[in-house]
């Protein structure tokens, strides 16, 4: 009987030879066909990345900048040396030529004055030898014959020349001498020096600047490395701070060394928009927060509103109340809504632009002639404590800073009862600018008065009047953008709220 064995049993598929081959670093046959061998073109390739990461350093601008200020460096201070030097030696020169043709010049003088004998003498009584410590002499006939001197050997050629010892005939003397021959009279007269003094003034000169010069470029390099490497690190720290930001953490902040250069500059300027990013983002959010929880329960008795009137028109009864219920919880929803948005846009601070000079005052007397009227029929008074020739300027957005006083005469009328006396009062130092609205009404108990800045928060006595709670978190917000204080204060009775705006406030967010 032929067994026939099933394929797929017994054979093992390929992904489970993979799987077992993988797992123990081991190459499949076909693996091995298909990965190519490393051919030395990939091998170039390998060594060529390999020795860009090694030198990855050099592509900093900070080193590449700190290598350039060395090299800078480096050029000039070998031209400054190379200037010094050749003006050294051709100063020096230029003085032992002088000493030269001045004796020259005496000499022809005693020469015409006084015939060659005196200069024979002459010459014979300063040629001391050896001549290294003197001057070199040597007066001879135009056929070359010596007549006096001590230089053995004579200079064949008029004018200035630069020989050693040797050739003077100065036997073991390897100094170097400069000689100048002209005639005096008939004869021929060679005057000449060493260059010893030239020759050790140049050995000086060329180790001196050797050593300065090896001396600074070393420096230069090791100031240029610590400030590249400052630097290197300060960008770093900058650049591992954005990797934080740009992973959604937006409390992250740049270091800011106080060193005040440009890049402690730029770090603060960026952290200041980052600052107002946050803040944006962060009231954004409280928007969001602040709908998502308050305006539940007004969108709540809305739906069931229009449920009853739904329920009540399908059997025939008229639902004319429900709707104008439904019409009016729609518009405060919406009068919610735009002034949460209004808050928002606010302290966003786009508004800043529209920054211009006004008269607080005006905006004050402004205010009080609209609501007389609504103040007499609560039977309130309104009282207007600034002198009527009173100008108080300030710089801002004049609509915004009228509806901020307006809210806060808007709360004394709706949250005091009759009889209440609303007085607004104005004022100015060298800082500040400042208005107060006091009622003699209920006053907000002292832990109450941080908290009704919240959007949305009311006191408990006035959850059930008019009102969406968002009245004083815009004048917290128009206050912000203008770098305004708002203090609430016990009015004894009632609420004293003064608002006081600092003169130095920036127009640019
Ligand atoms: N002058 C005041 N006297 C007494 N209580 C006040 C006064 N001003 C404000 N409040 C209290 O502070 C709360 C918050 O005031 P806010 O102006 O923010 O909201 P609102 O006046 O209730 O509503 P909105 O101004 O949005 O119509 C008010 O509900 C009220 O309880
Ligand atoms: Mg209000």
Not at 107 to 124: C, H, L, N, P, S
Not at 147 to 156: D, L
Not at 234 to 251: E, M, W
Not at 428 to 455: C, H, L, M, N
């Amino acid at each position: 009987m032929a067994v026939q064995a099933d394929n797929s049993t017994l054979s093992v598929n390929q992904a489970q030879v993979d799987e077992f081959c993988v797992g123990r670093g081991i190459t499949t046959p076909d693996q091995e066909k298909s990965a190519p061998s490393m051919q030395p073109d990939s091998r170039v390739e390998v060594f060529r990345k390999r020795l860009f990461d090694r030198f990855d350093w050099l592509r900093r601008s900070a080193v590449r900048l700190a290598l350039l200020f060395w090299l800078l460096f480096t050029v000039c201070f070998g031209i400054a040396a190379y200037v010094v030097y050749e003006t050294l030696q051709d100063r020096v020169l230029a003085r032992i030529d002088q000493s030269i043709a001045d004796r020259f010049v005496e000499t022809q003088d005693v020469f015409y004055r006084e015939g060659i004998d005196a200069v024979v003498k002459m010459a014979e009584a300063r040629s001391t030898s050896p001549m290294t410590s003197s001057m070199g002499f040597h007066l001879s006939t135009p056929q070359g014959e010596r007549i006096a001197g001590n230089v053995p050997v004579c200079p064949t050629e008029y004018g200035w020349e630069i020989f050693d010892g040797q050739t003077l005939g100065l036997v073991g003397d390897n100094s170097v001498y400069r000689f100048y021959t002209g005639k005096v009279g008939g004869n021929v007269l060679s005057l000449g020096k060493s260059l010893d003094a030239l020759v050790e003034l140049r050995t000086i000169a060329l180790s001196s600047l050797m050593w300065t010069a090896l001396a600074s470029t070393m420096l230069a390099f090791l100031t240029g490395g610590f400030f590249a490497r400052r630097t290197h690190k300060r960008v770093a720290g900058i650049s591992r701070a954005l990797d934080i930001i740009g992973q959604g953490d937006l409390t992250a902040r740049l270091p800011v060394s106080y060193a005040g250069d440009d890049i402690d500059s730029l770090s603060e300027k960026i952290n200041s928009s980052l600052n107002r990013l946050e803040y944006t983002v962060n009231s954004m959010r409280q928007v969001s927060t602040d709908i998502a929880h308050d305006l539940k329960t007004p969108l709540n008795r809305l739906y069931i509103t229009i449920e009853e009137a739904a329920n009540r028109s399908r059997v025939g009864v008229c639902v004319g109340d429900e709707l104008d219920g439904a019409l009016e919880e729609a518009k405060a929803i919406n009068a919610t809504f735009e002034a949460l948005l209004r808050i928002a846009q606010i302290e966003a601070g786009a508004r800043k632009s529209q920054f211009k000079p006004f008269d607080l005052a005006s905006v004050l007397d402004t205010a009080a002639e609209v609501y007389a009227p609504v103040v007499d029929e609560q039977c309130q008074e309104l009282r207007v404590d600034i002198p009527g020739h009173q100008t108080l300027p300030m710089l801002g957005d004049r609509n915004l800073i009228l509806q901020l006083v307006v809210n806060l005469i808007e709360n004394a009328v709706h949250h005091c009862g009759d009889d209440t006396v609303i007085t607004l009062s104005a004022g100015e130092s060298d800082r500040y600018v400042w208005f107060r609205v006091a009622d003699t009404g209920p006053g907000i108990p002292d832990p109450e008065r941080e908290k009704v800045f919240q959007r949305l928060y009311r006191l408990e006595r006035s959850r059930t009047t008019k009102g969406t709670g968002l009245g004083l978190s815009l004048v917290k917000a128009i206050a912000d953008l203008h770098c305004g204080k708002v203090i609430l204060a016990d009015n004894k009775p009632g609420l004293a709220v003064t608002v006081s705006f600092a003169r130095n406030c920036p127009t640019e967010c």
